[in-house]
């Protein structure tokens, strides 16, 4: 009987609790304003890899000081590399690490370098993408099969993309995930 009256007692100053903690202004991350700076460090930190390319795709998620790491990479070494510099920001307590490792493959690697050309080769897209620090279309090719991930400016350069892509010999499938900006 003293559980079933201490039971709502406790769920209220639970919900008084979650409403004094301030939201932060990120669109992108849900959470506390800890978690935001947490979440913009995060990114930074994997952007600066400097074996992060073209060919990788690394994504996070943030709950409280836990950051999970997701994506596929090409090297060995970019995944432990990602751990590593995430496991040093401030306010991270643990590191899940469940990028996974691209198997090597020189099918693979032709169809990337092919891939890259195709899309990168295109007039309309290798002037507003192609001149970049880290390009942002990126090209994941496992067991023959394209993927694109990233962002583009519109659905014209999305359908541009997917279409040099699904022209690459030796491709089995491609994937065009690419988001619109905006949308």
């Known amino acids: 009987m003293a559980f079933a009256l201490l039971g709502p007692a406790a769920f209220a ?18 959470g506390t304003p800890d978690e935001s700076r947490i979440a913009k460090e995060v990114r930074h930190q994997l952007v600066m890899l400097p074996y992060f390319g073209v060919f990788d795709d690394l994504g996070f998620t943030v709950n409280g000081g836990t950051v999970t790491l997701l994506g596929e990479v090409t090297r060995p070494t970019l995944k ?23 198997p090597l493959s020189p099918n693979d690697d032709q169809i990337r370098v092919a891939t890259y050309r195709a899309i990168y080769g295109d007039p309309a897209l290798s002037t ?34 997917g279409i040099r892509a699904n022209g690459v010999p030796g491709a089995f499938s491609v994937e065009n995930d690419l988001k619109v900006e905006g949308k």
């Open 13 to 30: 100053d639970k919900d008084k609790d979650q409403a004094k903690v301030p939201q932060h202004q990120d669109p992108y991350v849900n």
């Open 80 to 102: 432990s590399d990602a751990g590593n510099v995430v496991k040093r920001i401030e306010g991270v307590t643990s590191v899940e690490n469940n990028i996974e490792v691209l």
């Open 128 to 161: 507003r993408y192609g001149y970049r620090a880290l390009p942002s279309i990126h090209i994941i090719v496992k067991n023959g099969n394209v993927r694109l991930e990233g962002v583009v400016a519109n659905e014209m350069d999305k359908n541009i993309s």
